[in-house]
C-alpha cells in the first residue's frame, strides 16, 4: 500500500492495481499538466496538476465503493477507471480540446488505445483487467460508469473542492464525505420523473457486465457540447442517485459549479490566455510537421518548448511568457450577439476573424473571436430520491431556474487583440458581427472581490 498526503483529502491509500499503475510514465505524465490551464495567470497558486487530481478521484471512488459495497473485480474496474480517467488529456487540460478533435475526432476520454499499449495496458493484462472494459468506465458508459463520469461522479466532487482550495476561492466548497456516503443505486422502475418511478434502493449494484461498454454518441464542436454517454437511465438498470433527504446536497455542487464558473473557469483574463493558446496550436500545426495526435500527447512543458522555437508561433509564445496579452476589443452579452454567430461553426468563425481583420485594417493575426458554447448546467440533471420517488434537481428544486438565468446573463462572446488595436477591431468587430450596441460590456472591474449580489 502506498499513502500519499494530500493538500484536499489528508492521506490517500493507494493499493492494489491502482498503486501499481501509479508509477506508469502516462500517469506520471499528468504531473506537468496543469488542471486549471492557464487560469494561474489570474491566481497564482492555481498550479495543481491532473495527477494530483487523479489521486483525489481514485480516493472518493474508492470511499463511493465503500458505502456502495462494491467488492472484487468491479472495483478495481472502477478504481483503476477513476486514477486513469485524465490520462488522455492533452496539455493545457481541455482548452485544446476543440482542435484536438477537429482533427483526430478524438476527445481526451477516447483512451481505450492508450489503456491497451505501454505500461498501463501491461499492468491491467497482469491483473486480468480488460482495458476495453476500464475505457467504457473511463467514458461514463454502463451502470457503474455513473461514478467515474456522470450527473453526480466523483470527478466533479473532486475538481471543484481542489479548485477552490488552490485558487483561494471558497465558492467551491462541497461535502464531499456526505456526497459518497449518500450515493445509491437504485433500479428503475417505469413511470415517475423521465421514467424514473419509485424504485428500490440498492447498496450493490449487481450483475456481470453491468460496467461493460455501451454504444458511444457522438457529439459535436467542442467539449462542453458533447452529448452525454450512454447510462443506465432509461435503460432500465440501475441508476446513480443521491438517497432520501439530498436534495440541498445536490443543490450544493450545482451552486458550487454556478459560482465557480464566472469567478474561476471563465475568468476574462483566462479566457484570453487560453485563446490566444488555442491560436499557437493551430499554427503549430498548420506550419510544421507536429501532428494533432502528437499534439494531444504533449505535456505542459512540451507544448510551450514547441510554441517557442517555432516562428510562427514565437510572438503569442513570448507574450503568454511575458503575461502581455490581448485584451478585450468586444465583451458581448448573450442576447446582443445574433443567432448566425451563436450557430458559427469554427469555419465560420475563421471567416468572421478576417472579416473583423480586414475592415479594422490589422494582421488577421491580431484578432481572435471568443464564442463560447451554449450554457448548459448538467448537474441540474442529477437525480434525489424524495418521498421514495426518483426525481431530477431541475424538477425539485427552484434554485435550477435561477442558475440558468444567471448562467446565461454571465455568457459573453469575446473579440481580443493587442492593447493598441482594440478600438478599431472592437468597432469593426461590432459592424461584422452585428452586435447590439446595448449587448456590449463597457468595462470589465479588475482588482475587485467577486460577491453573490453578482447573482442576483
Known amino acids: 500500500m502506498i499513502t500519499v498526503k494530500d493538500t484536499v483529502h489528508d492521506h490517500i491509500e493507494i493499493d492494489g492495481v491502482a498503486a501499481d499503475l501509479l508509477d506508469t510514465p502516462a500517469v506520471q505524465r499528468l504531473r506537468h499538466v496543469k488542471q486549471l490551464g492557464t487560469v494561474q495567470l489570474v491566481y497564482p497558486s492555481a498550479n495543481h496538476t491532473r495527477f494530483e487530481h487523479s489521486l483525489g478521484v481514485y480516493h472518493l471512488a474508492s470511499r463511493a465503493l465503500d458505502h456502495l459495497g462494491i467488492e472484487g473485480a468491479h472495483a ?39 489503456l491497451a ?42 475538481y471543484l473542492v481542489r479548485d477552490a482550495y488552490h485558487t483561494g476561492v471558497p465558492y467551491g466548497t462541497i461535502d464531499t464525505e456526505r456526497f459518497v456516503r449518500e450515493l445509491t443505486f437504485v433500479a428503475e422502475t417505469g413511470g415517475g420523473d423521465g421514467g424514473a418511478g419509485r424504485a428500490g434502493a440498492s447498496r450493490e449494484a449487481g450483475g456481470a457486465g453491468d460496467d461493460g461498454r455501451a454504444d458511444r454518441r457522438s457529439g459535436g464542436g ?68 507536429t501532428t494533432a495526435a502528437e499534439l494531444r500527447r504533449m505535456d505542459d512543458h512540451d507544448f510551450l518548448a514547441a510554441i517557442r522555437t517555432c516562428p510562427a508561433t514565437d510572438e503569442i509564445s513570448r507574450r503568454y511568457d511575458e503575461r502581455d496579452l490581448y485584451k478585450l476589443a468586444v465583451w458581448a452579452e448573450y442576447g446582443g450577439v445574433p443567432d448566425r454567430v451563436h450557430e458559427a461553426d469554427h469555419a465560420t468563425e475563421v471567416a468572421l476573424e478576417r472579416e473583423i481583420a480586414e475592415e479594422a485594417g490589422v494582421d488577421r493575426d491580431h484578432v481572435i473571436l471568443d464564442v463560447p458554447p451554449e450554457p448548459t448546467m448538467r448537474e441540474s440533471t442529477a437525480r434525489v430520491t424524495v418521498n421514495g420517488e426518483v426525481r431530477r434537481l431541475e424538477r425539485q428544486s427552484p434554485l435550477v431556474s ?26 469593426a468587430a461590432a459592424d461584422v458581427l452585428g452586435l447590439d450596441p446595448d449587448g456590449l460590456v463597457s468595462e470589465v472591474r479588475h482588482a475587485m472581490p467577486t460577491t453573490l449580489d453578482e447573482f442576483e
Open 402 to 427: 435561477a442558475l440558468r438565468t444567471a448562467q446565461r446573463n454571465q455568457w459573453r462572446l469575446g473579440v481580443y487583440a493587442p492593447a493598441a488595436a482594440t478600438d478599431r477591431v472592437g468597432r
Open 222 to 289: 467542442e467539449p462542453a457540447s458533447r452529448s452525454a454517454p450512454a447510462t443506465a437511465a432509461g435503460s432500465g438498470s440501475p441508476e446513480l442517485v443521491l438517497d432520501e433527504g439530498n436534495v440541498q446536497t445536490a443543490e450544493s455542487l450545482l451552486l458550487a459549479r454556478a459560482l465557480m464558473n464566472p469567478v474561476v473557469y471563465t475568468h476574462h483574463v483566462a479566457r484570453i490566455s487560453k485563446a490566444m493558446l488555442r491560436r499557437a496550436a493551430s499554427d503549430l500545426l498548420d506550419a510544421t510537421a
Open 76 to 114: 478495481d474496474r472502477i478504481e483503476v477507471a477513476a486514477i486513469l480517467h485524465d490520462v488522455g488529456h492533452g496539455p493545457f487540460s481541455h482548452n485544446l480540446e476543440p482542435l484536438t478533435h477537429r482533427r483526430t475526432g478524438k476527445y481526451h476520454d477516447d483512451v481505450e488505445e492508450l
Open 117 to 158: 499499449t505501454g505500461a498501463v495496458g501491461d499492468v491491467l493484462r497482469d491483473h486480468d483487467l480488460d482495458p476495453s472494459r476500464v475505457a467504457g468506465l473511463v467514458a461514463g458508459e454502463g451502470t457503474y460508469g455513473q461514478l467515474v463520469s456522470g450527473e453526480l461522479d466523483v470527478d466533479r466532487m473532486d
